[in-house]
């Protein structure tokens, strides 16, 4: 027991050291990156020629929010590993409790952060880890999460309220995938609520990460007062670390809060097409941004030009698989809390009725055991939903399949993968409602 605190507390005290940084300068001087860990400093020439020191949690940050940061570390660490309480699998009483007075603590700090990205850029992973308790839909395959969904995280006298949103898509592609009309409202809607946004990217996909899509910079640009941080996902797949210098350069256009950064002569040249808009922001003010130009229809033409956005606050690297690479985003949202009443209880976890959380938790293992487009054509019905004395959930849950070869995927040979799905999701879903659950699936074909 000894030795699992010694460690336990060494861990802790050494994680602040592993934080890639960048240290404040006086206003007229350019930021700085550089690289620490434990007491030796590396500068990214000598990283580029031998071997790029990585650390499992980054952040790109002001130094002056770094020191508040870890002022702040010894006093939430510990509040910050407490499990959230249980979904209700009563409807009534999940309706009840969101409609419930908030218990206001004494100096009440609130902050309601907006997820938003590409389609699987791991939105619902990283909300789930913040969470503390895997609540969304997480596949691998695109548009998992289909309308936004709240999470909500209380500690103490702080409540973090999460929206975690579809993945941004166009117009063009909805209509030809016949998508729910919340994908492409909802991510916008969020970011109006929102007093902080989070940037979403995934580094790890080659063809998408050294450019923001222009739907998520339509997104920051009809939002220009909603503070915004960039978060570099997935950074344990690349295999290559030192790329994530030249993909921060490019998505923040070489600008993070306002001041320039140099990373020591590091980084290649930015790419041609990412040059032309580059020029044009030098010429211009750091102060300014494109809410300053006259027609608004002529801002969001500028945005298909350009590739990052200049006006990042700060910026994270992480895996939002790895707890301890996601507790460093936590205590950023923290920190940047402001006094405000809470919206919800302290015992709400989510805004989700127990029917979608388990529609949800079915969905996600409907894409991952199936091929292509067949789990979008799904559709789920509630046959039995009912809590027994002994405490035991009894749900009955009816698949509707468009054609007949769908069934056979489904039901699998001897029925071997209805049986997995419907084990995998039991076992999620008692995990959520903390509570013993007999789920059955069945299939049917819609005539």
Known sequence: MTLRCCETFLRRSLRFSTVLNLTATPEHEQLYLRVSSGCSVFRPQTVRKCLFHWTPACTVSQGVFLDRLQKRAAVTDERLCDQPV??????????????????????????????????????????????????????????????????????????????????????IKAKRHQLENSLLVDPFKSLKEADLVVVLVDVSDKWTRSKLSYEVLKCLALNPDVPAVLVLNKVDLLKNKALLLDITAQLTEGMVNGKKIRMHGALKPLRKAASGANSRLQEKNPSESLE????????????????????????????????EDVE????????????????????????????DVCFNTIREKLLQNLPKEVPYTMTQEIE????????????????????????????????????????????????????????????????
């Open 292 to 323: 300053d130009e006259v027609d608004h229809e002529d801002k969001l033409k500028a945005l298909k030009s350009r590739g990052g956005w200049p006006h990042f606050k700060d910026v994270f690297m992480l895996s939002s698989i790895d707890q």
């Open 86 to 171: 249980s979904v209700s699998p009563d409807r009534a009483q999940q309706f009840s409790l969101l409609l419930k007075d908030p218990d206001q603590p004494e100096n009440a700090k609130s902050l309601k952060v907006a997820i938003v990205g590409s389609p699987n850029a791991g939105k619902s992973t990283l909300t789930n880890q913040l969470l503390g308790r895997k609540l969304f839909a997480v596949s691998s395959k695109v548009h998992t999460t289909r309308s936004r969904a709240v999470g909500v995280l209380t500690e103490n006298d702080t409540q973090i309220v999460l929206l975690d949103t579809p993945g941004l898509t166009t117009q």
């Open 384 to 447: 039995i939903w009912k809590q027994s004395e002994d405490g035991v959930l009894d749900i009955s849950i009816k698949l509707y399949v468009q054609k007949e070869t769908h069934m056979k995927m489904v039901i699998g040979p001897g029925g071997q993968l209805i049986t997995r799905i419907t084990q995998e999701a039991g076992n999620d879903l008692m995990k959520i409602f903390l509570c013993d659950v007999r789920l059955k699936i069945s299939v049917k074909l819609r005539k």
């Open 328 to 355: 460093t985003l936590k205590r950023y949202l923290f920190v940047a809390a402001k006094p405000c009443q809470w919206q919800y209880h302290s015992e709400v976890l989510t805004d989700q009725s127990p029917e």
